[in-house]
C-alpha cells in the first residue's frame, strides 16, 4: 500500500497547490485572531458568531498580502529554530543540574532580553529591513572597531565600579550570583 | 502564489471584489452591530435592559458599512493595515512562546504577572506601533523616510552628541537614588 510513497512528493503537490503560501497562514491568522478575541471578550461574552467573522476577514485580507505571507513564511522558521535553540540551552542546563522548569528573577530577565533580540532581529530580517539601512547608517568596519572599543570600556568601568556595593547596591557579583540562584530554584 | 490551485481561488476572489467590497463592508458592519449590541445606545427591547434593539443596530450598521466601502481610501487603508496588525500579533505571540519556554508549565504562563511594571511600557509601544502602522496605511510616514534617509551621517552625530550631552547633565544635576528613596 504504501510502496510508492515518497513524502517529498507529497510535500511537492502540497506546495503546488499553494498549501503554504494560501491555506496555512490563512489558518494561523484565523486562528490566533479568534484565539484572542475569545480570550478578551472585547465584544462580550458568548459572541463567537462576531470573533468568527473579524477572524475570517483579517485572515482573508492577510492571506491577499503576497508580501507579509513571504515575511511570515520566512520569520516563523526562525522563531522555530530560536525555540529550538532555546530548548537545547535548557538541556544543556539540566545536564549540569539546573532546573528547568521555573526561572526567575535576573535569568528569566536575561531569557526575555533574549526573546526579545532574536525575535525583532529574525523580524526585521525576513522584512529585508536589515539590509535597507540609510546609506549614512550602515556600519564600516571602523565604526564597528570604535563602538567594540567603546563597549569594552563601558564594560570594564561597570566591572570596576560594580564591584565594589554601595549602600542597598548589588556589585556585579552578586548580580552573577542570583543568575546561579535563579537557575538553581 | 498565483497558478496555484488555492491562488487561483484568491486571484478570483480578488477579481469579483470580494476583497474591495465584501470584506470590508463584512468588517464593519459586524464592528459597528457589536459594539451597537454591547453599548445598548438605542435603548432596549425589554424593561430589563437585556435585549437590545437588534433591528434598529443591524440597520445603522448596515447604512455605515456602505458608506464605508465607498470611500477609498479608507477601504485601501483597512486592507494595508489589518494584515500588518496580524503580522505584529504572529510577532507578538512568537516572543510570549520564546519566553515561555523558561518559565514553569505548573500554572498558565501570564507575562504581566510575570514581568510587572512592564504593562505601560508595553501599552505605549503598542500605541505607537498601531499609529505607525495607520500612518504608514495612509502614505503619511513617506516623507518622515525620505527625510531619515537624507538626514546624513553629520546630522545623525550631532543627534546622539547632544542626546548624551542632555543625558550626562540629567545624570549630575538630578537627584540621587538614595535621596528619591528617602522622598
Redesign the interface.
Known sequence: MFEGVDLNTVMASL?????Y???LPFL??FT??FA?LQKVSL??ND?NN?NV??S???????????V??I??NT??PQ?SF??IA??LF?ILISIVGGK????KGA??GI??VV??I??VLS?LSSAGYLSQW????QLTKYDLNLFIFIGLVVLFIVIVTGGVPA??KKSTLDIFKELGEGVKK | ?SG????N??EF??QIG??DVV?PF??VF??F???L??TKIFGTEDKEGLIPKKNLNAMVAFVVAFFVITAKEIVAS???S??????V???V???L???G??????EEFNFIK??EGTKGVIAGIFLVVLVLIFFQSFGWLTPFWSY??G???QN?ILGIFVLAIVGIIFYVVGPSP?KKKEE
Do not use: C, H
Request: charged letters at 10%.
Open positions: 506546495e503546488s497547490i499553494g498549501f503560501d494560501v491555506a494561523l491568522v490566533i485572531f484572542i465584544f462580550g459572541k462576531i467573522v473579524i475570517l476577514v483579517a485572515a482573508f485580507l492577510f492571506v491577499r498580502t503576497t507579509l505571507v515575511i511570515m520569520f516563523l522563531v530560536l525555540a532555546m530548548i535548557l528547568t522548569d521555573e526561572w535569568p528569566m531569557a526575555f526573546a526579545l532574536g525575535i523580524f540609510p546609506e549614512w547608517l549602600a542597598g | 502564489m496555484t490551485l488555492f491562488g481561488a484568491i476572489l480578488q470580494f476583497f470584506l463584512l468588517l459586524t464592528i452591530f457589536a459594539i449590541e454591547k483597512i486592507q494595508t489589518l494584515p500588518i496588525v496580524a503580522l500579533l504572529i510577532a505571540i512568537s516572543f512562546m520564546l519566553v519556554t523558561f518559565a514553569g508549565s505548573k510575570m514581568f531619515i534617509n538626514i546624513g551621517t545623525f538614595g
